[in-house]
């Protein structure tokens, strides 16, 4: 199916590791033009390297999402280059979770900052290069704990319940604009945190995933491949979704005990 990508430019927080990578690579397979941003400048460079080697038009800024001024020269640099955006993905996160008598209030600020705030500023910013461009999507990379939080898994719910409220609020904010704003919310997927606690303990990474597919209560059985979570997120960005917005997609192997 042609998802009529070509041409358009889709910014990617968190675009160098994980799910954003992949993202990134299946959009460049689609003819898009992508801007990603992290903080690592090794990964950086190697995702920007690797996006250019299959052939994509890839810029790759470096920028923290949790300062405003790191967000602005993001958005800005992708619109100087092409001169417009079509579409963004807020997908920069990291797991933290804990008993909400034992996470500090340092803890909470740091997760909502990295989260809810950056997601909001990238928003915003992004909103007037969306409308000028005639319309465009947004993707807020979520996790199936927004929806049926688990004990000991705050902040992260909390953070990721907000950005459930966050999408629907936008996707009503902003749907007579041409803007359509969806979320994934992410169960247990092959990515780079799952790649390093793997590392970390001295495991495989085909180890742990068994070992999780076991321990968990995954209907289809197994863990899911990054490859399955850029089809779906290239979809909401796509043309081919011009009447979906407002949703947030499971996409958990059916472990999510809400819809």
């Known amino acids: ?52 080697d299959a ?9 923290d999402v949790t300062r405003l001024a790191d967000i602005e020269g ?37 997760d909502l900052d990295l989260k809810v705030l950056a997601a909001i500023r990238c928003t915003r910013l992004a909103v007037p290069h969306l409308v000028a461009a005639g319309g465009g999507a947004i993707v807020n990379v979520l996790n199936i704990g927004g929806k049926a939080p688990g004990a000991a898994s705050l902040p992260t719910t909390a953070s990721r319940a907000a950005g459930l409220a966050i999408t629907k609020a936008a996707s009503k904010d902003l749907g007579r604009r041409g803007i359509r704003v969806n979320a994934v919310l992410v169960g247990l997927v092959r990515s780079g945190q799952w790649r390093r606690r793997a590392a970390a303990t001295g495991q495989s990474e085909d180890e742990l995933y068994r070992q999780i597919a076991q321990n968990t ?37 059916g472990s999510s005990p809400v819809l």
């Not at 898009?32 to 992290?38: E, L, M, Q």
């Not at 052939?55 to 920028?63: E, F, K, P, R, T």
């Open 217 to 253: 209560d995954i209907p289809l059985g197994r863990v899911g491949r990054s490859e399955e979570f850029a089809d779906l997120v290239a979809y909401l960005l796509s043309d081919r979704s011009s009447y979906v917005t407002g949703s947030a997609i499971n996409l958990d192997g």
């Open 55 to 63: 052939g994509g038009d890839a810029l790759a800024v470096q920028a």
């Open 1 to 52: 199916m042609d998802l009529h990508l070509h041409g358009k430019v889709v910014l990617i927080t968190g675009g160098t590791d994980g799910l954003g990578a992949a993202l990134a690579d299946r959009l460049v397979e689609e003819g898009a033009r992508v801007a990603v941003c992290g903080r690592d400048p090794d990964r950086l460079a190697a995702t920007g390297q690797r996006l250019r």
């Open 74 to 110: 993001f958005v800005g640099a992708a619109a100087a280059r092409w001169g417009r955006i079509d579409g963004l993905v807020n997908n920069a996160g990291k797991s933290a979770a804990g008993k909400i008598d034992e996470v500090s209030d340092e803890d909470w600020t740091a």
